[in-house]
Every structure is written in C-alpha cells, then in structure tokens.
C-alpha cells in the first residue's frame, strides 16, 4: 500500500495551487480518502475527506469554500484544489487511506506528505 | 468539535523504562481512539486502533487502554527507535488529533 502527493510549493497569499495524491496497492475505489495537513512544528489537522464515489464530502471550517476534494478512481488519484490560500495554510499536506479495523474509519497509511509554503 | 488534550507535552525517559502518556477527551468518544507515531521527517505511523489494539506489525511493547474520555498508551520498555512524537485521534465523531506527546531521551 503506497500513498504519493506531489503538487506543494511556494505559493503567494491568495494564489491556487492544486495537490495529488496517487495511490497504489490496494482497491482505491473502495476506500474514503482524506487530506490532513500539519505546519511546521505542529500539530495535526484533518482537512478533507470523500467517499466511495465523491457522493459524500466533508470539510474542517479552516479550509471550507476554498478547498475542494476530489478523486479520480480509474486514476487512483486524490486531488486537492486550494484557492485563495492564506499564511495560515503553510503546512506539509497528508494523504491518508480511510480504513475501518472495527467501527468507524480512521486513517492508515499515509503519505509520505508535500509541503505547501504561502508566503508572499 | 471534539478536543483530544495530551499529557505530559514533553516526557523524558531512559532507554529501557516505561513511558505512559495520557490522552482525555471532551466528551465521550467510546473506544475509538487511536495512537499514531511520528518520527522527524516522516509521516505519522498508526500504533493503536479500538483504543487498545495494536496495529499490524507493532511490537508488543506498545499497549493502549481506557474508554470513555481518559485513554493511555503505555511504551513498557523505551527501544531507541520509539523516542518520537505520538498523538492521539477520536474517530468517533469527525476525526481530531491532540496536540501530541514528545517521547525524548532522558
């Protein structure tokens, strides 16, 4: 099972940028993906989070009506659209496999994560 | 929201002692709660599912107790390897992390 973002980089204050996450080793279709992000020295944040078929999304209040989750399952991809980015969202970016060992889903694995810098 | 609170922010051990680190919920998450490792560069690893299961491949040295509100992870004998940050995480409602636990060297 293997879990691969790429897209990060520094960015301006206000600008787009848009995150991937390619997935591999196991059935992607039947996994809830999530993005959780960290900055630097800190601690964790759940992001994001789509169902099965993007029929189910969520959002942290942080990012919502400016981040977009979506994936792409004949792709095995996971995509994140960040717009009108702030300091604040300065963070290394997890993708993370939702997975239920018994009840609710929690995230195992992740990836190995990508940095998105905003700074002007 | 629910809010994880860790303790102690920084525990400082000797190779070979126990460590025990507590995580408190702000309101009852049943018993999903889990434990994830994270050493300096690297994504957070998952130790403990169901609030004391181990995940696959995690050494037995690693246990997790506690339901309700109040959990512990207990690390029975410190290996060099396990001096890392560890957080913990409810997915009983939405999913929230604490603010995490660093495990350094005494």
């Known amino acids: 099972v293997q879990l691969v973002e790429s897209g990060g980089g520094l960015v301006q204050p206000g600008r787009s940028l848009r995150l991937s996450c390619a997935a591999s080793?196991?059935?992607?279709?039947?996994?809830?993906m999530h993005w959780v992000r960290q900055a630097p020295g800190k601690g964790l944040e759940w992001v994001s989070g789509?169902?099965?078929?993007?029929?189910?999304?969520g959002y942290a209040d942080s990012v919502k009506g400016r981040f977009s989750i979506s994936r792409d399952n004949a792709k095995n991809s996971l995509y994140l659209q960040m717009n009108s980015l702030r300091v604040e969202d300065t963070a290394f970016y997890y993708c993370?496999?939702?997975?239920?060992?018994?009840?609710?889903?929690?995230?195992?694995?992740w990836g190995q994560g990508t940095l998105v810098t905003v700074s002007s | 929201e629910i809010v994880m609170t860790q303790s102690p922010a920084t525990l400082s051990v000797s190779p070979g002692e126990r460590a025990t680190l507590s995580c408190r919920a702000s309101?009852?998450?049943?018993?999903?709660l889990a434990w994830y490792q994270q050493k300096p560069g690297q994504a957070p690893r998952l130790l403990i599912y169901?609030?004391?299961t181990r995940a696959t491949g995690i050494p037995a040295r690693f246990s997790g107790s506690g339901s309700g509100t109040e959990f512990t992870l207990t690390i029975s004998s410190l290996q060099s390897e396990d001096f890392a940050v560890y957080y913990c995480?409810?997915?009983?409602?939405?999913?929230?992390f604490g603010q995490g636990t660093r495990v350094e060297i005494k």
């Open positions: 995480q409810q997915y009983n409602n939405w999913w929230t």
């Open positions: 080793g196991f059935t992607f279709e039947d996994h809830v």
């Open positions: 169901g609030a004391s």
């Open positions: 789509i169902s099965w078929k993007s029929g189910s999304i």
């Open positions: 309101q009852s998450v049943s018993s999903n």
């Open positions: 993370a496999r939702g997975i239920s060992y018994q009840g609710p889903a929690l995230f195992d694995p």
